[in-house]
């Protein structure tokens, strides 16, 4: 009986032991035929709330009790879902490949709908597929990225065919744009209308506009986190197009068949070379841009990776022109160059780190000179501007269990700044010198961030950030709680809220009334404060699982501290007075306040199907004080923006053709504008005095309130269709699109004319529109 009893002891405790056992599987998530990692894949238990995502490079990890059959779904948009079963006794490797839907041909797929909006604890964050970027018409056929997330509720563009984004009430410089882990200062070409991101070399586009996770910092509205594709590992591909002003080519492939890839994405505009027929034998003027994205890579096995990727472009504006006395030449240039090498280590099946060296830096110059031989005059202005970055990232993902998934790391970043560099020659004039030395900055910061299960359906991701700037002898340090939370009321509807607050300690500071990028990128001193926001949202997620649709409904509240601005009047570059020109100083231009911005969005999204596309809508306010400006009362931000509404559809016809379409409306943006003039008479100086009674007059303007007049609503329709056709070498597409198909006039600015007819004189409004309706037709190639 003793020894009965103590087998079935013994027993009991085995059974015990063998049912609290648990083991990891984990493993990589591929793209089937080219080796790419795919990010965001999300791997689940069908039946139940136990599942987990890939992460940046692809990664997954899942510990599980032990069991002899454990079912598994690995599900991607786009992707045909992969179903695993394997008897879990121990931790498995278990590396994975899914097949693209567009390779799949007739097959139909069907299954169950793997991105739930209700399911993740994600707030205000929008992915939109590479695929529908590619589909959108867009200006003169050049698809721009940043331009379709202008298409996203809470983020508004600036102005006609401009490719910045302001987001929920902020600037532009309150963006953090990061191409694979390198921070990028300035996103634009062609002045502003277009962006430098080449959608070819681009596998994934994220924006996030609050609730940020305490991994993220450093700006104060939204964060872009993009990341290029890796290279095909198995053959050589090649995709391109020709358009009206530019050409593209990219190029991918293996370097050692199944461990080593490369690619290399080029484009660039020719507006120059089609115009030099026409100019004068005497003079030269014309404008390019090109860029170039390149990365390499090499899988040393399971536990290392190494990736090395770069980004370089360049926009130059210039002009020669020969006299029979002499010649002048001028121009602009601006461009951007970033360099990334990462190392992915696993240190074991619930630890995964990475390392980044990170190079970053942006250039702006102008430049002018003339001679005149016969009054043996010179004339030269060099005026140049710069922000250079070395950065030091590291990064650990560690997965426990499926109740926590857990991230912390740190940064550093050495900046240095040229805030401004100006020299004037003159042989008529003393030589103007202002010049600014070189602003040296170190900003850091360490993180921490759990997303934890408590229950099936509730879902936390609280996080903490601690960040530290020091420069010009002035250090800050400063934290950053974040924390948000999902509750789910059924399978397919949540509801979500967040906090978080940012800390940004560089600035750009935007000449008024110059449509250039002009951008002088400042630091944090003692006289100019880290900028400061804190956001609250609130919300709900709704899937409609049937229909492939997902609903968002979200109000947000953002305050914002030390945001800057230049002063009345003020401006980049002084040069009028020879004497006071060495003494202007960038942080005595520039002024500090506070801004308020508040609102509800819609959106209504369908990523797959023959029709896919999305509804947006935003009611918001955005509200600026300065105590220097407006006289210190409150006033409405240039591009605050009552209404704003988009609608983006994309239709497949047939297998060969494609239709999109996109239509906005925005409320008109708020602009300072003369609100009367008057006859004003002041004394003269005693100098001049020819009396005692002399004085002179003039006409003296009122402009009211600042930013008191609304420009005219905007809106506009985008059409295109695409024609695809397979080729025995690969697939080529032509695309004809209108861009403004209606032909909305819509105002670019307003200026005000005198009408004087001799014995009365009227002011009138004038209004000067950019872009007609524009046609474009562009060829691409795939193979």
């Not at 921070?183 to 277009?194: C, I, K, P, Q």
Request: aromatic share 14%.
């Amino acid at each position: 009986m003793k020894k009965l009893f103590t087998l079935a002891l013994l027993f009991c405790c085995t059974s015990l032991a063998f049912a609290q056992s648990k083991y990891t599987l984990s493993g990589y998530v591929r793209e089937k035929g080219s080796g790419e990692l795919l990010i965001g894949v999300s791997v689940y238990q069908p039946g139940t709330t136990i599942s987990t995502s890939t992460n940046t490079y692809g990664f997954y990890s899942l510990t599980l009790p032990a069991k002899d059959s454990v079912t598994l779904t690995f599900g991607y948009l786009g992707y045909k879902p992969e179903i695993r079963k394997v008897s879990l006794r121990q931790s498995l490797e278990l590396n994975i490949e899914l097949q693209s839907e567009a390779t799949l041909k007739e097959v139909e797929v069907v299954a169950e709908r793997v991105e739930k909006v209700s399911q993740a604890v994600d707030m205000s964050k929008i992915e939109v597929p590479i695929s529908q970027i590619k589909s959108i018409p867009a200006l003169l056929g050049e698809k721009d990225v940043m331009k379709v997330l202008q298409l996203m509720p809470g983020v508004q563009s600036g102005s006609e065919g401009n490719s910045g984004i302001y987001v929920r009430g902020g600037g532009p410089d309150q963006n953090l744009i990061i191409l694979d882990d390198a921070t990028v200062y300035n996103a634009s070409h062609l002045f502003g209308f277009f962006s430098l991101f080449n959608g070819d070399a681009l596998k994934s586009v994220e924006l996030t506009k609050g609730g940020f996770p305490a991994r993220y910092g450093g700006r104060l509205s939204s964060v872009i986190d993009l990341n290029m594709k890796d290279g095909n590992k198995e053959e050589l591909h090649g995709e391109g197009g020709i358009g009206l002003i530019s050409s593209r080519l990219m190029l991918e492939g293996p370097l050692s068949k199944g461990k080593s890839s490369f690619l290399i994405s080029g484009r660039r505009t020719y507006a120059d070379v089609l115009a030099r027929p026409f100019m004068d034998i005497d003079g030269k003027a014309g404008y390019y841009f090109y860029d170039l994205n390149t990365k390499v890579n090499y899988d040393f096995g399971q536990k290392n990776k190494l990736y090395l990727s770069g980004y370089f472009g360049r926009d130059r504006f210039f002009f020669r022109e020969k006299y029979d006395d002499g010649e002048s030449e001028g121009g602009i240039h601006w461009g951007n160059a970033t360099g990334t090498l990462r190392w992915n280590h696993l240190f074991s099946n619930k630890v995964f780190a990475n390392t980044s060296l990170v190079f970053s830096r942006y250039r702006f110059n102008i430049f002018a000179s003339e001679e005149d031989d016969e009054k043996d005059e010179k004339f030269k202005l060099d005026y140049f501007s710069s922000i250079q970055d070395v950065a030091l990232k590291y990064d650990l993902d560690y997965l426990p269990n499926p109740q926590h998934s857990i991230k912390a790391g740190f940064q550093s970043t050495f900046h240095r700044f040229t805030p401004s560099a100006l020299v004037i020659k003159d042989s008529q004039q003393p030589t103007i010198e202002q010049e600014s030395k070189n602003v040296d900055g170190v900003e850091s910061s360490v993180y921490v961030e759990d997303t934890y299960k408590p229950t099936p359906a509730l879902r936390i991701n609280a996080g903490l950030r601690l960040s530290h700037f020091a420069a010009d002898k002035k250090s800050y340090f400063m934290p950053e709680p974040r924390l948000a939370a999902a509750y789910s009321i059924k399978e397919d509807l949540a509801v979500k809220a967040s906090y978080a607050r940012m800390n940004q300690y560089v600035h750009l500071i935007s000449n008024t009334g110059i449509g250039l990028p002009t951008d002088l990128w400042v630091p944090t001193t003692d006289k100019l404060k880290p900028q400061t926001s804190q956001q609250i949202a609130v919300g709900i997620a709704k899937d409609f699982l049937k229909k492939d649709l997902a609903l968002t409904i979200e109000g947000y509240y953002k305050k914002s501290n030390n945001i800057i601005g230049y002063k009345e009047g003020a401006s980049f570059m002084v040069i009028d007075d020879p004497e006071t020109a060495e003494e202007v100083s960038w942080e005595n231009n520039i002024t500090a306040g506070q801004g308020w911005s508040y609102g509800v969005e819609f959106l209504l999204q369908k990523k797959v199907g023959r029709f896919s596309g999305w509804a947006g809508y935003t009611l918001s306010w955005t509200q600026l004080q300065f105590d220097s400006l407006n006289y210190g009362k409150k006033f409405y931000a240039r591009y605050d923006r009552r209404h704003d509404i988009s609608l983006v559809g994309i239709y497949e016809l047939s297998k060969g053709v494609t239709l999109s379409g996109t239509w906005v409306y925005g409320t008109g943006n708020a602009i300072t504008m003369p609100v009367g003039t008057y006859e004003s008479q002041h004394h003269l100086p005693s100098k001049y005095k020819v009396n005692s009674y002399s004085y002179y007059g003039g006409n003296a303007v009122d402009y009211g309130d600042r930013n008191s007049f609304r420009m005219a609503a905007y809106h506009r329709m985008d059409i295109g269709i695409q024609f695809h056709k397979q080729k025995k070498w690969g697939e080529r597409t032509w695309e004809i699109s209108f861009y403004n198909a209606y032909n909305r006039r819509n105002p670019f600015f307003y200026y005000i004319e005198e009408d004087n007819n001799g014995t009365t004189s009227e002011s009138k409004l004038k209004q000067i529109t950019l872009f007609p309706i524009i046609p474009s037709v562009t060829y691409g190639f795939k193979f």
